[in-house]
């Protein structure tokens, strides 16, 4: 954990910032090891190139000890957090440039700029994003087994598919899976039947399957902090021939973006590899978003796998390959994995077979 810190500390030398604040987000969590319940309370790290300082509410207090080590600046709920805050201040010489985390309150922000009144503010994003976008081995060894408890749910996911089935009854058998295999929390459970398949971020809702639905199961959860993200279809009684090719084109594409994933290329190449196969197969105007996003301790973060992000890959660095089609109306395809850039090549983190599963009835 201190060494993330001295990494942080480091940094904010080179970009010439004062400090940086952090309220109770994965950024703290990644940074300290933990995080209290966010709520309205004030709660923020304070890094500065000599000090690391932290305003916790009483409430939280023993837990925050217990868990960094850190001594708290403590405030009361009767008191208030501006003394609190006045004292961690008053230990930094001169504050113009303050760096914010984007994923805090707005609220807090309002507070500190009150209270420290800095010449100029930017978002921690710039320092933040290079540290952990590169995942040490064992981020690495707890995305693994977080892909392998999201490939576990999949499976139950996939039983519970049957005609007269609502998409929420599928979402939950999902969702109870997670949950008895230890995840601490449900990111989401996308079940996405029939026509519902064209809409990229359906909310799982009471259609209830039938056959010639072809449906797409797209899952997540939080173990031990990190994430998991698979998407995989099945797909009720006989596919049509269109279907099939669609889902063909959209699995050449999942394999290419894999494929193309090593260390030292652009972070938009692995777009460009799998959106040339759907260009390829006449599907490419129904692709409608990019191939891929960064995982770790959140479901979405940098790097982005889009077109225009020139950001060099790098080993340890995570992230999905999604590839999609969406026709509307009628259904959507999307497969998608979880994969790790490695110092040579790639390692796929999700287990599950790629084939289409049909459940004949
Ligand atoms: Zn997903
Ligand atoms: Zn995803």
């Not at 009483?58 to 405030?75: C, F, S, V």
């Not at 504050?95 to 922000?109: K, S």
């Not at 796998?305 to 969406?326: A, I, K, Q, R, W």
Request: with cysteine; charged share 20%.
């Amino acid at each position: 954990m201190n060494e993330r810190i001295t990494q942080l500390q480091q940094s904010l030398i080179a970009h010439n910032v004062d400090l940086v604040a952090i309220g109770p987000t994965n950024n703290m969590r990644y940074l300290a090891g933990y995080a209290p319940h966010p709520d309205e309370r004030l709660c923020l790290l304070l890094i500065s190139p000599e000090r690391v300082q932290v305003v916790v509410p009483a409430l939280n207090a023993e837990d925050w000890m217990m868990h960094t080590g850190i001594p708290p600046i403590i405030w009361e709920d009767s008191a208030g957090p501006d003394k609190a805050l006045a004292a961690a201040l008053a230990q930094i010489p001169a504050l113009r440039r303050l760096a914010f985390d984007g994923a805090t309150r707005a609220d807090f922000l309002m507070t500190l700029l009150t209270a420290a009144r800095p010449d100029a503010v930017q978002s921690a994003d710039a320092l933040l994003t290079p540290l952990r976008a590169r995942k040490s081995s064992e981020e690495i060894e707890a995305l693994q087994r977080a892909a392998a408890q999201a490939d576990r749910a999949m499976q139950a996911a996939m039983a519970a598919c049957k005609p007269g089935v609502t998409e929420a009854e599928v979402a939950w058998e999902a969702e109870t899976a997670f949950r008895r295999d230890g995840a601490e929390s449900v990111e989401f459970t996308l079940i996405a039947s029939g026509p519902n398949g064209a809409f990229p971020h359906h909310h799982s809702g009471n259609r209830a399957l039938q056959v010639g639905d072809a449906i797409i199961i797209d899952i997540g959860a939080s173990l031990n902090g990190y994430k998991s993200d698979i998407t995989r279809m099945v797909f009720l009684g006989k596919p049509s021939t269109e279907f099939l090719a669609a889902y063909n084109a959209v699995l050449e594409a999942n394999r290419a973006g894999r494929a193309a994933v090593r260390p030292g290329i652009p972070a938009q190449e692995i777009d460009r590899a799998a959106r040339g196969v759907l260009h390829a197969a006449g599907l490419g105007d129904y692709f409608v978003h990019r191939t891929g996003h960064g995982i770790g301790l959140d479901v979405h973060e940098p790097p982005w796998m889009m077109e225009g992000n020139d950001m060099l890959l790098e080993p340890g660095m995570t992230f999905s390959v999604e590839p999609g089609v969406y026709l509307p109306g009628r259904f959507g395809v999307r497969i998608e994995d979880i994969v790790a850039v490695t110092e040579t090549g790639v390692r796929i983190l999700t287990g599950f077979e790629h084939a289409l599963v049909v459940k004949d009835f």
